[in-house]
């Protein structure tokens, strides 16, 4: 084997490593799937994960969907978890929608008459 064939399969490993951003959003990934199809079992193990595999700093306000979601894993509610993510769903696009809104494409000023000396009209 080939010193640059051990290289390339070094950078190569390293780039299929799983990192801990991936773990977090397979873990959002597996708690979304779950909810969404009425895994319950599947729910509950993927909320202990990201709670287990979350950053140091990381809270978890009560009163915030994750927190209710959790409270309702916890009761074995499957259909009040699916209300709360979909609830926090539709928040979460609709305050993008608020930060970013459509583009509005600018006027192009007109001229009215096409000789020298003529009335630019602009429209808003």
């Known amino acids: 084997m080939s010193i640059s064939s051990l290289q390339a399969g070094t ?3 390293r780039i299929m490593a799983p990192t801990p951003d991936r773990g977090r959003d397979s873990n959002f990934h597996d708690l979304t799937k779950s909810v969404r ?8 193990e993927a909320y202990k994960n ?7 700093a990381a809270s978890w306000p009560q009163g915030t969907a994750f927190a209710k979601l959790g409270v309702a894993l916890t009761k074995g509610d499957i259909d009040q978890a699916k209300t709360i993510m979909v609830d926090a769903l539709r928040d979460a696009r609709d305050a993008r929608a608020v930060r970013n809104p459509e583009p509005v494409p600018p006027t192009q000023p007109t001229l009215a008459g ?5 009335t630019l009209n602009l429209t808003a």
């Open 37 to 44: 199809t009425g895994d319950l079992e599947g729910a509950q």
């Open 114 to 118: 096409s000789s020298v000396g003529s």
């Open 11 to 13: 950078a190569a490993s």
């Open 50 to 56: 990201i709670l287990k595999n979350a950053p140091e």
